[in-house]
């Protein structure tokens, strides 16, 4: 407990510093996966990637009714279950970016065969998820390390609320666009590139 108590109180203490070290380790896990620079996952195949993006849609869908759900809670004051609410969400999404990074770290990613219009859509909304998602994480993280270092009275004289907020919108936008883009993949094929051969165009 005591360590415990220390590593928290060290975090209240360095709290932008934490959530700036996790979010680089992150976007650098993520880079590896897509570069293949060191190999941390045994390699998979087509029908595992497949299998594994249909789960990664279903974690993203949980993690948006979790996410709703917090904010739901926070509005009707229900500060106990916001915060039951958001810490299944980051629960759940680091539950994502394991498989995610096994899909692509082990197997490659999937992009859909359409031409036209339909593959011009699919782009966009596939670019406007990945630049949410990649704003959404040091938002994310500084939110989330604020909740847990700080009790409601004290959250209140920090940036918690408006980070938050802001964190909220971007990252409900992200986990939206991912399903998008997942559903459009289906409706039009996709294709299995695999780890340093992927190309978006």
Known sequence: ???????????????LGVAVAITAIGYALVLNAFEGIVPLFPSIGESTVRLLS???VVINAATLTA?????????QRGIDRHRVAMVTAVALELGFLVLYLWKVGGGGELYIQASGLFRLAYLLVLA?????SALSVPLVIYAVLLGLTRSPAELE???????????????????????????????AGSELETVGAIVLV
């Open 128 to 132: 406007i998820h990945l630049v949410c």
């Open 1 to 15: 407990m005591a360590v415990q108590g220390a590593l928290r109180e060290w975090v209240r203490s360095h709290t």
């Open 157 to 187: 004289q920090t940036a918690h609320a408006r980070v938050g907020r802001i964190a909220v919108a971007v990252w409900s936008v992200s986990l939206a666009l991912g399903i998008v883009t997942s559903a459009m993949l289906r409706i």
């Open 67 to 75: 996410l709703l759900s917090g904010v739901y809670y926070i509005r």
């Open 54 to 56: 249909s789960v990664i």
